[in-house]
Every structure is written in structure tokens, then in C-alpha cells.
């Protein structure tokens, strides 16, 4: 083992060595890397740098000279463990070779960026508590400037004696970059006060976590219990000595489907036949059929014997598969919205593996073949689903306010929303800010602690949906895509007001919602110039501070929101005399008209998508953002011209022009996934989180098939977790909720 140790020191002198010296000469180099990645007027005397021997006796005496200036004891003990290498007391030696070999070291890779050096996290636990003295795994990472200029993080993970965690350990931090910076600095130089650490650390059981765990045991419960009284219901019933029920639910297998969802959250087609309308909470007029109600119906154990029965998995299981449609329905957005996700799932899935990428430069390879940016510029699936909420909000809200307006519709279109929305919502924020580092054990779990102390911090932010404007710095929110749910529900609130208008005065409401959507788009263009911002987040340097002002906020995002709402009012005014003039046609009149629609809207995406790809390349290569006008026209036209595109794409669909697209986007199997897209949007991060945070070893962008496992291997446990989610808590809550609108029929 020692001479093994010995040989992983030699072995990463010559590696360093070879690769600073490589950095020199531009023609040796053997990537095609990007100018800023090496200075030659900083590096042409790296050949000269000499590197230490990395033998015992020369990290002896480098620690001895950091200690000069730090006695602590945390650099005694490490300088402890170094000179106790070739001691005859055989723990203390033992005790050095397991702590030096479960370090992280350079690897392989490095001219690939490879700046991740994991340490082997289980050989570390497994001398947390030796004899020799307690230990544990932590992680350092650390900025850096390779070459003087290109910035680069480093992370460490390995075993920290328990004084290294203790007392003023920013000294030793100081000392060590001291020391790595006078030997490396010309190469690579660490800069001081941007290290973070962290070790692992038991979960403890607060009152967050024990709150929690008693909101999931009782669901859990109630899940059992509803199970077994459906199953035995017959024998409860004798047993109690109740009649037979002649009765049955207002809604029924589209139960789950709402009026007012919005584009993920809807567990099927607009049709309103089947669904709940806060018009009958007014008037009492039910649109559902029949409801026979026995005069038993009122009883003790009737109405616990409903209660229990919504959280049946009979019942849920039962209406999740469901694949039976109604004439009217709008099925093409099924594919859409399932799609779509799938889109956001895989750019996430990229995005986040590039914390823990052993080759990020090869990203460079990827990022210049252009049908790699349907990956790195798929910021537009988000577009799709605001679009989508807003299409299906105004279609259905304008059916429903042709039959009646009540103050009591009013008051449930917002409350209905809301429980819905929130109850599965606040599920998925008890176990990821409070249980998830429960259930984790690896190197980097406790990065889950950050996520979580802003959960603990911030939950009331989420519950509110203001967390796109609270806090105030946009790496602090709690479950990071939720910012979507928050612009959501702040559009869905002021929707009425545009719908109303379109309904009651057509052209004023026509000219209210271009003026909106014209001001959102000027708000783009004045935030993208005053704050110099690229044309996008994936193209521009600043894109943490473009994320706060721009991305995620909704007078920026509203643009396709707004056209949805219009090209809903057009489908429900016109919907059927489109229809009706379109089955009249002859079908080279039908080909003849959808294609160069087709074609045209198909275009208008591929450029939204693509049109940045010289940018992103010069913005990847050279650190050159856009200018100003691409940037402010991106800005201004990108959401708006995919929203148009879309939308017409979908009254393509529904008025007969959408021959095998319309086929494929309504095939019925979509319906079933399609229940699960809001469930798969909350959920997809927290299965990458899970991945990463426990993963012993880095993650490589190449070859595609690796990525490719591991994209469909998160979606797959991203929709299981989300059917767990849709019969235990999503459907049952609509149950519930379905039985405040039983009327019983005079």
C-alpha cells in the first residue's frame, strides 16, 4: 500500500506536469480548445515551472512550511498522519494508508477538464470511527483560474479528521492556497475565499422532518384503510347494517380532470361534460347526468364510506388508466404536454450532470453539433406549456361562462385551483426540504442540506406561488423549477380579465390582450438592454443575474400565455365553423391549405431553437455575448413567434388539417402519461438530485448512450414516483373535492 500510495503521487506530478507544459504550445495542444482557455503571455515559461517531488519527505517539509504560520489542530494532525507512514506502531501507519488512499486524486482526463477528484466515500466511513481517531467524508470545492483567465471549479472529496471540521479551519484553507498558488499560480491559481466545504453529517428527526413524515403516514394510512373498505365494502355494510347505496360519484372516470387546470396540470381533454363546474356550486344545476341518491345516502356511514373510498387504489389506479374520450375533446395537446415534459426533462438531466462532469470540454464537441441545441437551447418547452394554460383557461372558461356567471363560480374557479395545485405541491416539498437526506449516503449529499435549509427558510414563498420574486436571489429557492408554478398561477389569476373581455366585447378584448402582449414584449427589450443581458440564458454571461430579472418573471413570460388565451377564444368561437368548412373540402383542397401552415409554423420553431447557434458557439468559444440587437430581438419575438406557432398548430388539430401529426399527438396512450405531467415536473429534479448527490464517481458526456441510460432511467423513476403521487394524494384530494358538488335531484 505504501508503495502504491508513492506511486499515485508520482503518477499525479507527471500528469500535472505534462499537462501545464502542453498548455504552452498552442499547435501541441490535442483538443480544440478555445482561445481563453490558455494565455500565452502568462504561461510561456510554464515549461520552466518545476514541481515539487511529491515523495514523503517533500510533503513533509511542505506542510512544516505551512505550519510556520499555523499551528492548529487541524495542520498537526495532518502533518501527523503524513510522518506516520513508515511508523512501527502498525495503527498509526495503517490509520496514514487509509486516509491517504481514500483521498480524491487527479485522475484520468485532465486535458478533458476533468477537475473533479472523488475520493472513495465508503473506504472513509468505514474509519469514521477508528481507534486512531474519527473521520469523516467532506467535500472542497474550489474556484480556480486555469491559465490566469478561464474559470474552472475544483472539487475534492476525502477523508477530514474531526479537526479539520472544528475550530477556524479557514485558516488552514488560507495556508494550503497559499501554498498550491506559490507552486501552481502561474497555472493555475486558486482564489482565495471561494471555497465552500462541506461533511457529511447525520439527518436529525426536527419538528419540520417529524411533521413531515406524519403527513405521509397518514395519507399512507388513508390509502390502506380506502383499499380495504373497497374491497370489502359488502361485509362493512352488512356488518353495519346499511341498505345497498343506488348511487354514484358526480364525476366519474375523468374525475381528476378539471375546468381550470392548466396545460400540465389537466388530467385530460377540455371536454366540460364530465367535469366539475363551479357553476353548480351557485345554482345546483349539475351537468353530469343523473344523480341517484337513496334515502341513505346522508347517513354516518355512507358518508365514510365515501370519505375512505377516494383513497381506494382501485378507484385511482382505475381513472389514471382510463384512456375513454368524449367527441370534443381537444386530445392533440395529450402528446404535446407529454413531450414537452420529456423536453424539460432532458436539458435538466444535462444541466445538472455538468456539476459533475469528468470531461465538460467535451460539451464543446457536443454544443457544435447543432442538433445537440434542441438540448442546449430547449428553453422554448417551457413556452409550450404557458401556452398550453392558457389555450385550455380561456376555451373552457369561456364554455362555462356562455352558461352563467355567479359570484360562487368566481370563488371556486380560485379556490378549486389552488387546493389542487398545492396540496400535491406541498407533498413534494415536505420530502425534499425535510426527509430527502434521510434517504441519501454518498460524498455530496450534503449539498442536499443547502436545498433544504432554503425549504425551511422559504417554504411559505412556494405555498404563496412568489418565490419567482421571494427571495430575492434566484439560487435560494426551494425545489428549483417550482419559479414555472409560481408565473403559473400569478397568469391564471388575472386570466379572467382578458377572457371576460374577449367574451363580453370581442374586439376591445382582441386589443387588451395584443397591447399585453405587445408591453410584455417592450419590457424584454428595455430590461435586455439596461441590464446589457444576452439574448438568452444558455448565451450569456450573466445569466445568473438574467435568470432573476428576466427568465422568471411573468410579465416577461406572459407572452405565450396571452396568445394561448386568444387562440382558445378563436377555437371556442369559431372552433366549429372551421370545422364544418374543413370536412367540405376535397382532400387535395385540405393538403393543399395545412401544408404550407405546417410548414410555416414548423419553421417559425426551428428558428427559435437554432437561430442561436452562432452565438452560443462564439458565446462558448470566444466569451463573446450576442450583440445588442440580436439580443434584445431574441428577447422580444422568441416566446412570442413559438407561442403563435404552436397555437396554430393545435387549431390545425382541431379543425381536421392535421392529418398525421393530429393522429400521433391524439394517439390514446398519451392520456394516461399525460395525468402524470404536472407530478413529473415536481418530481424530475428531486430523481437528478437523488443520482447526484449520492453518485461515487463522475459522470462523462460521452459517448451519447451514456447520457441516453441515464436520461431514461430519470424519466422512468420520474413517472413511477409520479404515479405513487397521482393515486395516493392527486387523485384522492379530487375525490374529495368532488363530493362538496353532490346534489341530490328532486
Not at 416577461?556 to 374543413?582: E, H, N, S
Request: charged residues 15%.
Amino acid at each position: 500500500l505504501l508503495y502504491t500510495i508513492k506511486f499515485e503521487l508520482m503518477l499525479t506530478r507527471f500528469l500535472l506536469t505534462t499537462c501545464l507544459v502542453l498548455l504552452v504550445d498552442s499547435q501541441r495542444f490535442p483538443v480544440d480548445l478555445p482561445k481563453p482557455w490558455y494565455d500565452e503571455g502568462q504561461l510561456h515559461n510554464i515549461s520552466n515551472l518545476t514541481l515539487p517531488d511529491f515523495d514523503m519527505e517533500t510533503l513533509k517539509k511542505l506542510l512544516e512550511e505551512v505550519m510556520v504560520g499555523d499551528q492548529s489542530p487541524c495542520m498537526t494532525k495532518l502533518y501527523s498522519l503524513l510522518t506516520n507512514f513508515q511508523s512501527t506502531d502498525p495503527v498509526k501507519a495503517l490509520e496514514s494508508l487509509y486516509f491517504a488512499d481514500a483521498a480524491g486524486k487527479p485522475g484520468s482526463g485532465l486535458l478533458s477538464g476533468n477537475s473533479i477528484m472523488v475520493g472513495d466515500y465508503d473506504q472513509c466511513m468505514s474509519m469514521k470511527n477508528s481507534s486512531a481517531g474519527y473521520y469523516d467524508s467532506c467535500v472542497i470545492t474550489a474556484s480556480a483560474l486555469l491559465g490566469g483567465r478561464y474559470p474552472i471549479i475544483i472539487q475534492w472529496s476525502g477523508c477530514l479528521p474531526l479537526e479539520c471540521r472544528v475550530g477556524n479551519a479557514s485558516d488552514v484553507e488560507t495556508e494550503i492556497y497559499n501554498l498550491v498558488n506559490k507552486y501552481l499560480g502561474k497555472a493555475l491559481y486558486l482564489i482565495p475565499g471561494k471555497a465552500t466545504r462541506s461533511c457529511s453529517a447525520a439527518m436529525t428527526w426536527d419538528v419540520g422532518a417529524i411533521i413531515a413524515a406524519t403527513v405521509l403516514s397518514l395519507f399512507a394510512l388513508l390509502v390502506l384503510i380506502g383499499t380495504l373498505w373497497y374491497c370489502f365494502e359488502p361485509v362493512i355494510k352488512s356488518f353495519f347494517k346499511v341498505p345497498p347505496e343506488d348511487t354514484k360519484l358526480l364525476v366519474q372516470n375523468d374525475e381528476a380532470e378539471n375546468l381550470y387546470e392548466d396545460a400540465i396540470t389537466q388530467n385530460g381533454g377540455p371536454d366540460e361534460s364530465d367535469q366539475i363546474k363551479p357553476a353548480a356550486v351557485g345554482n345546483g344545476v349539475g351537468k353530469t347526468g343523473a344523480v341517484d341518491v337513496s334515502p341513505d345516502d346522508s347517513s354516518c356511514s355512507a358518508r365514510v364510506g365515501r370519505f375512505f373510498k377516494c383513497f381506494a387504489l382501485q378507484k385511482t389506479l382505475a381513472m389514471l388508466t382510463s384512456t375513454d374520450t368524449k367527441p370534443g375533446q381537444i386530445l392533440c395537446i395529450n402528446g404535446i404536454r407529454v413531450l414537452s415534459i420529456n423536453w424539460v426533462v432532458l436539458g435538466h438531466t444535462y444541466f445538472l450532470m455538468s456539476y459533475f462532469s469528468a470531461d465538460p470540454f467535451y460539451a464543446m464537441t457536443l454544443i457544435k453539433r447543432r442538433n445537440f441545441h434542441l438540448v442546449y437551447n430547449g428553453l422554448p418547452s417551457v413556452d409550450s406549456f404557458f401556452t398550453l394554460s392558457g389555450f385550455l383557461v380561456a376555451y373552457l372558461l369561456l364554455k362555462q361562462l356562455k352558461r352563467g356567471m355567479n359570484p360562487l363560480m368566481w370563488v371556486a374557479y380560485y379556490i378549486h385551483r389552488y387546493v389542487r395545485l398545492t396540496v400535491r405541491y406541498v407533498m413534494v416539498i415536505l420530502v425534499e426540504g425535510f426527509l430527502y437526506r434521510l434517504w441519501m449516503e454518498g460524498p455530496f449529499i450534503n449539498w442536499a442540506s443547502t436545498e433544504e435549509s432554503f425549504c425551511k427558510d422559504y417554504w411559505w414563498a412556494n405555498i404563496l406561488y412568489v418565490n419567482n420574486f421571494f427571495p430575492k436571489m434566484a439560487d435560494k429557492v426551494c425545489i428549483g423549477q417550482s419559479w414555472y408554478l409560481s408565473n403559473d398561477m400569478q397568469m391564471y389569476l388575472i386570466a379572467p380579465v382578458f377572457i371576460v373581455l374577449l367574451f363580453k366585447k370581442p374586439l376591445g378584448g382582441m386589443i387588451t390582450n395584443v397591447s399585453a402582449i405587445i408591453a410584455s414584449m417592450i419590457v424584454s427589450a428595455v430590461l435586455t438592454y439596461h441590464y446589457n443581458l444576452g439574448p438568452s440564458t444558455v448565451s450569456d454571461i450573466n445569466a445568473g443575474d438574467e435568470f432573476y430579472i428576466l427568465y422568471n418573471k411573468p410579465y416577461v413570460r406572459i407572452t405565450p400565455y396571452l396568445v394561448g388565451i386568444i387562440g382558445g377564444w378563436i377555437l371556442w368561437r369559431y372552433g366549429q365553423k372551421m370545422t364544418g368548412a374543413v370536412l367540405r373540402l376535397a382532400t387535395w383542397k385540405k393538403v393543399l391549405i395545412a401544408t404550407p401552415l405546417w410548414l410555416a409554423t414548423a419553421a417559425i420553431q426551428y428558428a427559435v431553437v437554432f437561430g442561436l447557434y452562432d452565438d452560443i458557439i462564439h458565446f462558448v468559444t470566444e466569451q463573446k455575448t450576442a450583440s445588442m440587437v440580436d439580443s434584445i430581438s431574441y428577447q422580444m419575438l422568441a416566446r412570442f413567434t413559438w407561442g403563435t406557432a404552436l397555437t396554430v398548430q393545435i387549431l390545425l388539430c382541431q379543425c381536421g388539417l392535421g392529418g398525421f401529426i393530429n393522429s400521433l399527438l391524439s394517439w390514446k396512450g398519451w392520456l394516461v402519461l399525460a395525468r402524470l405531467t404536472y407530478a413529473v415536473y415536481l418530481l424530475h429534479f428531486g430523481m437528478l438530485y437523488f443520482m447526484l448527490y449520492e453518485t461515487r464517481h463522475a459522470f462523462y458526456f460521452t459517448p451519447d448512450y451514456n447520457v441516453a441510460l441515464i436520461y431514461l432511467g430519470i424519466l422512468m423513476m420520474s413517472y413511477l414516483a409520479a404515479t405513487v403521487l397521482f393515486v395516493t394524494v392527486e387523485q384522492p384530494v379530487a375525490l374529495l373535492e368532488s363530493l362538496g358538488y353532490r346534489k341530490p335531484q328532486k
